[in-house]
Structures are given as C-alpha cells and as structure tokens.
C-alpha cells in the first residue's frame, strides 16, 4: 500500500489525470466490445433473403450468371438444412420472374415496388410462418447499394444480426458495391462470403447433412469480381 501511495504522489496532476482516462477508456472498450454481436449462424436462428436477381437485370449486373450461381448454392444450402428462405422480385411485370437458375420453389416470393424487401407482407409472413425466433437474416441479390442495402438497414432497425454475402451481391457499378459494403459495415452489418456462411451453418464435419452440404461447395466458388 505504500508503494502504490508513493507511485501515486510522484505522478503530475496531468498525468495522474491522463492515467485516470486511460484507465475510464479501456473500461469503455472492453463494455462495447461485450454488447457487440459476434454474429454466431445456425440453421435454428436464421432466414435466408434471396434479392431481385430477375431477368430484366441480367444483361447489366457484372458477373450476374455467377452469383445466380451463388444463390442456387445458397437455396440448395437452405433446403437442405430446413433453413425458410424468402425471395422479392422488383416490379416483375416489368422486369421479369427469379432467372430460371435459380430455383425458388421452396422460397416465398413476394413482388415488389418498394426497394427494401421488409414489406408488410413480409412481415406478415414471418410472425404466420412463427418466423420470429429467427433473428439472422443472410442476405444474396441485387443491387447491393439499393434494395440490398435499404433491407439490411431495415433488418437491423427490427433487431435482426444480418449477414451480407459479398459473393453473392452486386451492382451495375463496382463503385457502389464496394461503398454499400462499407456503409453496411458502419452499421454493424457483416459482410462474409457465401462458403463462410455455408460451413458455419455446418459446424462440424459430423452433421449429418456435411456430405450433402460439401458437395455443393467441391468446386470454388465462381468468381463475381471482388478482385477488381
């Protein structure tokens, strides 16, 4: 105790303080980092959000043929674990179904115009379905900066942990991709790839499902210009 009572006295009144703070700050830290998610996935707690990949878009979305990859490896993913998976496409009269690629019979699709795919339908939907202890939504489609963007926002503000596929997002421009990731991680939004969601869903090489969930995934997943 003396030692400490000497340490304390040969210290400024500046120092003393700037110590003070320090000590204040790290306290800080340590209490934002416990109440931060950590973002954990199970095929208990999730849904699957399929966006907008229609056929209108396919001509004018860079490497659209594959992420339509992507998401088929996804609602194959989602079959197979018994994962809900819902699906909107934009104004369909005008810019077509969900691309043939993609196979969304096991999905709730829901048409359109509002950019953000948390409609009222959609919600709807959730609490009829008894959806709502699936608080992690993984999100896949188009335009990343746009209805991707605006749902993961909406998600959040609804008190979802959302987890965006940078794999398996895009928009016409690079530029935008790139920003509305960015965007989306200010917000505690996470970006991950569709393979990471994939063997965390997994977990162990024990699931029963591992053979039939690896076999969607043997091959690389297709390159959809996040290099660039």
């Not at 396919?58 to 674990?81: C, G, K, W, Y």
């Not at 379905?129 to 900066?145: C, D, N, P, Q």
């Not at 398996?168 to 200010?186: P, V, Y």
Request: glycine share 4%; aromatic share 8%.
């Amino acid at each position: 105790r003396f030692l400490k009572l000497k340490f304390f006295s040969t210290l400024s009144s500046a120092s003393f303080l700037q110590l003070h703070l320090s000590i204040l700050l790290t306290r800080k830290e340590l209490v934002i980092m416990a109440s931060r998610p950590l973002g954990r996935i199970s095929a208990q707690n999730c849904i699957f959000f399929l966006c907008d990949m229609q056929e209108k878009f396919q001509p004018s979305i860079p490497h659209f043929d594959a992420l339509a990859v992507i998401s088929q490896r996804m609602m194959e993913t989602a079959n197979a674990l018994n994962i809900p998976v819902i699906a909107t496409e934009q104004y369909p009269r005008g810019l077509g179904s969900t691309v043939p690629a993609i196979d969304v019979k096991h999905a709730k699709v829901f048409p359109k115009t509002k950019f953000s795919m948390l409609l009222p339908e959609v919600e709807e939907y959730i609490v009829k379905e008894e959806l709502g202890h699936r608080k992690t939504a993984v999100i896949f489609g188009i335009e990343a900066h746009i209805c991707v963007s605006q749902t993961a926002l909406d998600l959040k503000m609804n008190g979802y942990d959302v987890h965006i596929l940078a794999d398996g997002c895009s928009s016409r421009a690079h530029s935008d991709r790139l920003m509305a990731f960015e965007r989306l991680r200010q917000s505690e939004v996470f970006v991950t790839t569709s393979e990471a969601v994939i063997f965390e869903l997994l977990g162990d090489a024990k699931h029963p499902k591992f053979k039939e969930v690896q076999a969607l995934v043997k091959t690389s997943a297709p390159n959809t210009g996040l290099s660039c």
